[in-house]
């Protein structure tokens, strides 16, 4: 069975940086883009970041000059790199990617369990 974790989340002061990672394991071929998200209680959640297999990183605009998406694709893993973190940047963080298995013919889209940051002021 193919699935994402999310790992790196935690408590940060406003201005310092954190890194999520989100690793994909099971039985996988490949994989196409990847994602990070982030939610609310009572929101929509919102696309931050994707990243292409070719390596090309696309930002939401209330992020953009301070994240960084990344990927290593020996080890199957997206990162998040987050600087100049604000309060507004508060929320659970998921990562999502187009996988194909090798157990199955096509693509299938995968979620991570959600890692927590906060943002404190």
């Known amino acids: 069975q193919v699935r994402l974790i999310e790992s790196g989340g935690g408590l940060v002061q406003a201005g310092g940086s954190l890194r999520l990672s989100c690793a994909a394991s099971?039985?996988?071929?490949?994989?196409?883009?990847m994602r990070w998200y982030r939610q609310n209680p009572g929101e929509q959640r919102e696309l931050v970041a994707f990243?292409?297999?070719?390596?090309?990183?696309n930002y939401g605009d209330s992020v953009k000059g301070r994240f960084t998406i990344s990927r290593d694709n020996a080890k199957n893993m997206t990162f998040l790199q987050m600087n100049n973190l604000k309060p507004v940047d508060t929320a659970v963080y998921y990562c999502?990617?187009?996988?194909?298995?090798?157990?199955?013919?096509?693509?299938?889209?995968?979620w991570g369990q959600g890692t927590l940051v906060t943002v404190s002021s």
């Open positions: 999502n990617a187009d996988i194909r298995s090798t157990s199955g013919p096509g693509w299938t889209l995968y």
């Open positions: 099971g039985s996988l071929y490949n994989i196409g883009a």
């Open positions: 990243i292409l297999s070719g390596g090309s990183g």
